[in-house]
């Protein structure tokens, strides 16, 4: 005799599709949340390390902006100290030229010429003094040009008395380094 299952086999076939659906849809969720717990994992791990490289990056960038404000204080102490040593070196080179230049001037003065004053601006040298005669002031102008220590002496004023004879004269020369000393003070520097 044929068989004949009554049972309602379709309900039965769809309530194991089911449930095997559920079970794969259980298995995927299950592994998608895996995937998405593990990339943002990984993306934490490599924002956590982009952070502590950049925090490494910072304390270096402020050890290299100290060191160059460092740098930079050096630097402004050798511009100080350099400043420093040539005007030490402009003082001493002109220390000889101070007593030359008074020697020169007692040898060039003539009888009969005195100074009064004497100012100096940098190399510019400036008198005033009184001379028995105008011949007298000519002849100092003369002897001051012919030194190796003066150049270009001029006179400003030159003024008689009626009375007495004596001129009253104003003289501007420049001061210059003789050749022969010029030799000494390179010597000095070494």
């Known amino acids: 005799m044929a068989k004949i299952n009554l049972l309602p086999w379709r309900e039965e076939e769809r309530r194991v599709k089911a449930k095997e659906f559920g079970i794969s849809a259980l298995v995927t969720a299950l592994l998608g949340a ?6 943002t994992r990984i993306a934490a791990d490599k924002i956590e390390y982009q952070e502590a490289r950049n925090i490494y990056m910072q ?3 402020d050890k290299l902006k100290a060191e160059l404000k460092e740098i930079e204080e ?15 070196q402009e003082l001493q080179t002109k220390r000889p030229q101070v007593v030359h230049t008074f020697q020169e001037l007692a040898q060039r003065i ?9 100012k100096q601006d940098k190399d510019r040298l400036a008198f005033e003094g009184r001379a028995d005669s105008n011949a007298r ?3 100092l102008m003369r002897n001051l040009d012919a030194s190796d ?4 002496p001029g006179l ?9 004879g004596i001129s009253t004269f104003k003289l501007r020369l420049s001061q210059s380094v003789a050749p022969a000393d010029q030799n000494q003070l390179a010597t000095i520097d070494e």
């Open 137 to 139: 002031v000519s002849t």
């Open 156 to 164: 400003e004023v030159i003024q008689s008395a009626k009375d007495s």
């Open 110 to 118: 003539p009888d009969g010429v005195y100074l009064l004053s004497m």
């Open 59 to 61: 304390r270096e960038v």
């Open 34 to 39: 895996g995937v998405v717990f593990a990339g």
């Open 149 to 152: 220590w003066f150049k270009q």
């Open 74 to 88: 050096l630097e402004s102490t050798k511009a100080n100290l350099l400043a420093r040593m040539d005007i030490i």
